[in-house]
């Protein structure tokens, strides 16, 4: 199979439409799930699951050799390295489990409660689960198949939110989170199996899989430096917090990982074999980059800091008065991942360009800066540990201009793509807390609140965004023009 840059356009929309629905449908049952569970369960559950998460994450970060990413850069590849990779994933899959099935005995005594053990010993499975689909689903990627990815994703996470709200209402706590997560890949691996044909053969290319050794190394190191960052937070709170504390903060943090799991980096997997396909037609590349960047910035910029804006009315509406001690928390996490999100297209230009081993240096400074901060915030409760990590996130920036220099822009393009939407969401921002100063809504439904803010916050940012530049207008106009014909 040989990459080729025909039709991109046209395919990087349709991906991109398929992407976007598929967003919105899987946001809209997380959500739902979530605002149920979160009243048939406690933060405590959440927290154990969340604990749990830190072992089967660290086993994870040491089988992500990138395998499934090198099948989508490269220009040419045969069938052959298809079963290799395949092979090298599954056996990497068996043995991770082992190694969490092993750690579950100790991992009660880390954390200091022995259910963590008992729920380690059923979520090893996913690694065996997972590792079935692995080349499936970059054959998918690859050949820009977003559509059959958009309904085996919808599919999956609709079942996999049925089955955890049914087994919460049958009373089995915080099991029912692991039966929802063993539910998920198993429902995901059939249907890629299903969708992409791909059969494995017996065969094995041990000269292939030391070739590709080096770029593997990197993109290991990039994920050790990413579970890092994703996870020392959860470790730290746990330890020294409790289960309780981790609740409230994994509950915020996964709502605003949603804008980052399934707006950021679904996009960045409809980029990367796009950006890979031009990666030897340099004036193209950037015109693509920075047009897809505007879009980018200006459709998730606004939803972190809209996230924070309107965290008061948020919190009651989906998670109940109990849960109110994540309002501050959620409001610097909303402002992080507006950040992080709007430069996403970082990572999948890196790796285009086949420079895994510098964006790893770069984050080696990030991780450094963000443990350190971490760790200086814990004494002081878990909305100081939010606002360093929103303070971080401003690092990504930093490694989004380093991005931009592989194709020649500079720092001016950077500001030029960022600035505007980063002006009209702080706008959004201020304009919905002066409605709260000027306009008594207390007597008024909390949903009902909720949906006013959302729609006046969006109003005050397309305003302000339209009148800041019109490019945006026509931008999303082109854009929606090229959805329509390709629907």
């Given at each position: 199979?040989v ?5 991109l356009t046209q395919?990087?929309?349709?991906g991109?439409?398929?992407?976007f ?7 809209l049952?997380?959500v739902?799930?979530?605002?149920i ?13 969340a604990?749990?998460?830190?072992v089967?994450?660290?086993a ?5 050799f ?5 099948l989508?850069?490269r220009?040419?590849v ?12 599954f ?31 059923l979520?090893?499975l ?12 970059a054959?998918?990627?690859?050949l820009m198949?977003f559509r ?9 996470i609709?079942?996999?939110?049925t ?8 009373g089995?706590?915080?099991?029912s ?5 063993l ?7 059939v249907?890629l ?16 899989l ?5 770029t593997c190394?990197?993109?290991l ?9 994703m996870n020392?937070?959860?470790?730290l709170?746990?330890?020294q ?22 707006l ?13 396909s031009?990666q030897n037609?340099?004036s193209?590349?950037?015109h693509s ?10 459709l998730?910029?606004p ?11 948020i919190?009651?509406v ?6 109110l ?7 610097m996490?909303g402002?992080?991942?507006a950040?992080r999100?709007?430069?996403a297209l970082?990572p999948?230009l890196?790796y285009?360009?086949?420079?895994v081993?510098l964006?790893?240096?770069y ?6 800066l ?8 814990l ?5 100081a540990?939010?606002t ?10 930093i490694?989004f ?6 194709i020649?822009l ?11 939407p ?8 201020i ?6 100063k000027?306009?008594?809504?207390e007597?008024v ?5 909720l949906?006013?803010t ?7 940012y397309?305003t302000?965004l339209v009148m800041m ?8 106009v082109?854009l929606?023009?090229q959805?329509?014909r390709r629907k």
């Open positions: 199979m990459l080729d840059a025909d039709n395919r990087v929309v349709s991109a439409s398929f992407t629905l598929g967003i919105a449908l899987r946001t049952i997380t739902g799930s979530m605002a569970l979160a009243r048939l369960l406690t933060p405590a559950d959440f927290g154990y699951l604990m749990a998460t830190v089967t994450e660290f994870a970060m040491l089988g992500s990138g395998l499934t990413n090198i989508i850069q220009r040419r045969t069938r052959l390295q298809l079963d290799t990779i395949f092979w090298a994933a056996g990497t899959g068996c043995a991770l489990a082992l190694l969490v099935f092993g750690l579950s005995f100790v991992a009660g005594r880390l954390f200091g409660d022995a259910i963590i053990g008992s729920l380690l010993r979520l090893c996913n690694f065996v689960i997972s590792a079935l689909g692995t080349v499936s689903e054959l998918l990627a690859r198949r059959a990815i958009f309904v085996i994703q919808v599919t999956a609709a079942l996999r939110s089955v955890a709200m049914i087994c919460a209402w049958q089995l706590e915080v099991w989170l692991v039966a929802g997560s539910t998920g890949p198993i429902v995901t691996v249907l199996s299903a969708v992409a044909g791909y059969v494995p053969r017996w065969r094995f290319s041990m000269s292939y030391r070739f590709t050794l080096k190394g990197g993109y190191g990039n994920t050790v430096l990413f579970y890092l960052c020392i937070d959860l470790f709170i746990g330890k917090l409790g289960a309780n504390a981790l609740g409230y903060y994994q509950t915020s943090r996964s709502l605003t990982d949603e804008v980052r799991g399934r950021a980096w679904p996009l960045q997997r409809v980029l990367f074999p796009a950006l890979s031009l037609d340099l193209r590349l950037r980059v920075l047009k897809a960047t505007r879009l980018l910035a200006a998730l910029c939803i972190g800091f809209g996230i924070a804006a309107a965290a008061p009315e919190v009651p989906l998670y109940g008065e109990k849960w001690p994540m309002i501050p928390i959620l409001t996490l402002i992080n991942i950040a999100a709007s430069t970082a999948p890196f285009s360009q086949n420079k081993t964006i790893f240096r984050n080696v400074i990030e991780t450094m963000l443990v350190t901060s971490v760790v200086i915030a004494p002081y409760g878990l909305e540990i939010a360093a990590i929103a303070a971080n996130s401003l690092f990504s920036v490694i201009w380093f991005a931009f220099r592989l020649g500079g720092f001016s393009d950077v500001l030029h793509v960022l600035s505007c980063l002006f009209a969401s702080i706008t959004m921002w304009a919905i807390s002066l409605l709260r000027v306009v008594p809504v007597d439904n909390i949903v009902l609140r949906i006013m959302i729609a006046y916050g969006a109003i005050v397309c302000v530049s019109r490019q945006y207008w026509h931008a999303f082109e929606f023009r959805v329509g």
